[in-house]
């Protein structure tokens, strides 16, 4: 029996599908992130190994995976993807893998919804980008440099606007703002000065920030002014960033497809907002929320390589 691997190896978590040579899902897996952007190598490798053994466990011994493909975020260099490579090829050795594959995972979001020769893909979650390809090869590419490069829209984004919004809501430089008590009560502090030793002691890690995002939008179902200023603005990040791909790849008039990937386009009110912009600028392109998540594209590329 062939047994194919499935790996969406992310900021936040990294999922795993194990499938036999049917397609039909025979075990999955769930841990920690593997994005080298937020964790070190000594972290990653152990969240791959953790997701694969779960995902294996119930494989008879001795078993062979033909192959599997990874889509990784925060993978955009070629010394990235060296050093990506030769991390979890060292991680899987135990097993015997006949094709390893290494790709970005904005690839795998994409195959999870589309299957068309024109489409992009817009990813909000802990970071953000957009991919796009076109019928005569051509790809095209905005952010994911990572957060002090790009990252707009996304939930780092997001929440560091968050903790910027509370301070100058509590020293009165901006508006007031409940996002000033959310804050307050995250950390579980009387005041926003008492948050610095929480932010600042150890400095809160990229993936920490993007887990604030939460309560901009706890905050924008209450009506808060400030919190909806944000989350707009987080629209038209993304809204450029799928703009200059749609425009670089010819896609205007091609009747072509946007995914939309990642925990923060989970937000009706970011996703409708985000939607109704693209399909007021480019009616061809249809927008689509996958049903299935993006480790379904990782393996869709597997099963069909």
């Known amino acids: 029996m062939n ?6 190896g992310g900021g936040t978590k990294t999922q795993v599908l194990c499938a036999d040579e049917n397609g039909e899902i025979v075990g999955e897996g769930l841990s920690g992130p593997t994005s080298l952007t937020v964790v070190n190598s000594g972290a990653a490798g152990f969240a791959l190994r953790e997701a694969i053994r779960q995902a294996t466990e119930n494989l008879p011994p001795g078993f062979v995976v ?3 493909v990874m889509g990784l975020a925060g993978l955009d260099t070629p010394e990235e993807i060296s050093i990506a ?4 090829k060292q991680v899987i050795s135990d097993i015997q893998v006949r094709d390893f594959v290494l790709i970005n995972d904005i690839l795998i979001a994409l195959r999870a919804a589309s299957d068309k020769q ?3 893909t817009l990813i909000a979650g802990t970071g953000s980008n957009c991919f796009g390809i076109n019928s005569l090869g051509e790809s095209a590419k905005t952010g994911g440099l990572d957060f ?22 509590f020293d009165g430089r901006g508006a007031k703002t409940s996002l000033e008590q959310l804050t307050n009560d995250y950390f579980e502090t009387a005041s926003i000065p008492e948050v610095k030793h929480h932010i600042y002691n150890p400095v809160l890690t990229k993936m920490q920030i993007a887990g604030l995002a939460k309560l901009a939008f706890d905050a924008l179902e209450e009506g808060d002014g400030v ?5 707009d603005k987080a629209a038209d990040d993304l809204f450029l960033m799928a703009k200059v791909v749609i425009e670089k790849l010819k896609l205007n008039n091609k009747q072509s497809d946007c995914v939309f990937s990642g925990k923060v386009l989970l937000s009706d009110y970011l996703k409708n907002k985000l939607k109704e912009k693209i399909n007021q600028t480019y009616p061809n392109i249809q927008v689509l929320i996958p049903a299935d998540e993006p480790v379904y594209g990782a393996l869709k590329i597997a099963l069909s390589s």
């Open 3 to 8: 047994y194919y691997l499935a790996v969406d």
């Open 66 to 68: 033909t192959r599997l």
């Open 85 to 88: 490579e030769s991390l979890f």
């Open 118 to 120: 024109d489409a992009i």
């Open 148 to 169: 002090l490069l790009s990252d707009e829209g996304s939930g780092y984004a997001i929440g560091a606007e968050v903790l910027k919004a509370a301070a100058m809501s």
């Open 227 to 231: 919190a909806r200023q944000i989350v």
